[in-house]
């Protein structure tokens, strides 16, 4: 998901005691997976007798995050019409906008760490969140980061969209 270049010689292990290893960041990020497991087993495509869902495997899901990070300067329906216009894992193309709205939905909130709607809205899960932020189609996401978090600097919003340092954008919000 980071693009991670991991050392090599913690290949099968829990963590990497190599400090420059970005794998010795992984406890950094059990919060991270935490949120990233309630919220994918919750996903549930817009219709259950829809057949084509806009995300049917986790790779779908890993993808849509790769297209948004990779385009921080795309507004939000740019992305999504250039990502759903490509068949997903299971070879099929979905048309479905509510739920092509509700993947990106899920990848923001994964992404930001903050509710950007999904289908826990009313459970308790993101109560510390407080009500969802909508992210608008005609907003980059660079845009949205900025709206989001007003008082990150512009290095750790480059950080949440761009590289490595995702661990230390969550030490911070888990501060705050
Ligand atoms: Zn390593």
Known sequence: MWNWKICGACNGHMMCSQR????????????????????TINYAPESTTFLFPALSSH??????????RNGPDLDREHIVDSHFSAPNSNGKVCANAADQDRAMNLAASIIFMINCGTSLDS?????????????????????FA?????????????????DTKLSDLLRSLAAS
């Not at 790779?59 to 948004?68: G, M, P």
């Not at 900025?146 to 761009?162: D, K, Y």
């Open 20 to 39: 420059k290893c970005p794998w010795s960041r992984m406890a950094l990020l059990h919060t991270f997976w935490r949120r990233y497991r309630t919220l």
């Open 59 to 68: 790779d779908d899901l890993l993808r849509l995050i790769q297209a948004i």
């Open 123 to 143: 459970a308790d899960f993101f109560e510390q969140d407080g009500p969802p932020i909508s992210w608008r189609s005609n907003v980059t996401a660079t845009a």
């Open 146 to 162: 900025s709206e989001v978090f007003p008082h990150e600097s512009p290095g750790s919003l480059a950080s949440i969209l761009g």
